[in-house]
């Protein structure tokens, strides 16, 4: 069975702070997802990575995949009362589904 | 049209009750999936439609029971629940089932309690 472990579970830092958050696996996947969702809403997709080593920016996010491709890593420069949410990563191999981590919930105080 | 529209928002049923959530894309995605999210956890996959036909039950009890009646529309038919069947109940499609590379669209759910 595939499992992806996030770390931190919890994170409640102040507006403009840098944060990172990880997505840890003893499994090879195909490619890495991360998706935000905010309370009532479903989650919505920020991001994918498919390739050993891809880095991808999206505003004030970076998003790195592992070398190996078991891991994953969401870093969010100066963050903002808007990046508040539970993100999610997802990985992908090859089941036609996609395997959640638990989560990280993010809290950002102005 | 890039969203997946779920209806209700919000459904209150007795344990007796039959009711049936709906779920619809316009996006000529042609895999359509049903999650079950509970508090402060992940999404749990309930099952997947590819193409209009069933490709995934993750064991999911015969109360809960899907239909996939067009590649535009995906209902869940709900009989006899349990309290403990109340969770956000989430709608998501995908291009197909290379969801790997494409990702899912997620509705915004229907909240269904159970009383």
């Known amino acids: 069975t595939q499992l992806l472990e996030q770390s931190p579970q919890f994170l409640s830092i102040q507006e403009g702070e840098n944060l990172t958050v990880y997505c840890n696996s003893s499994?090879?996947?195909?490619?890495l997802q991360w998706y935000r969702q905010e309370p009532g809403e479903g989650p919505v997709l920020l991001v994918t990575?498919?390739?050993?080593?891809e880095v991808k920016k999206l505003k004030r996010l970076t998003f790195q995949f592992g070398d190996a491709r078991k891991d994953s890593s969401l870093h969010i420069t100066a963050a903002q009362p808007g990046d508040t949410g539970l993100y999610l990563c997802?990985?992908?191999?090859?089941?036609?589904?996609?395997?959640f981590g638990q989560g990280t919930r993010l809290t950002i105080n102005p | 049209d890039t969203e997946v529209t779920q209806t209700p928002k919000h459904l209150v049923m007795g344990m007796t009750n039959k009711k049936s959530l709906k779920c619809e894309q316009h996006?000529?995605?042609?895999?359509m999936y049903w999650y079950k999210q509970k508090a402060k956890k992940p999404p749990e996959l309930m099952f997947v439609?590819?193409?209009?036909?069933?490709?995934i039950n993750e064991s999911v009890p015969s109360r809960f029971s899907p239909e996939c009646p067009n590649s535009s529309l995906l209902n869940l038919h709900l009989h006899a629940l349990q309290p403990e069947d109340s969770a956000l109940y989430l709608c998501?499609?995908?291009?197909?089932?290379?969801?790997?590379?494409?990702?899912?669209?997620f509705g915004s759910g229907t909240r269904l309690t159970v009383v």
């Open positions: 998501a499609s995908s291009q197909d089932l290379e969801v790997n590379f494409y990702g899912y669209t």
């Open positions: 499994s090879v996947f195909s490619s």
């Open positions: 990575v498919v390739t050993g080593g």
């Open positions: 997802a990985g992908g191999s090859g089941a036609q589904k996609l395997v």
């Open positions: 996006m000529g995605h042609r895999a």
């Open positions: 439609y590819s193409y209009e036909k069933l490709s």
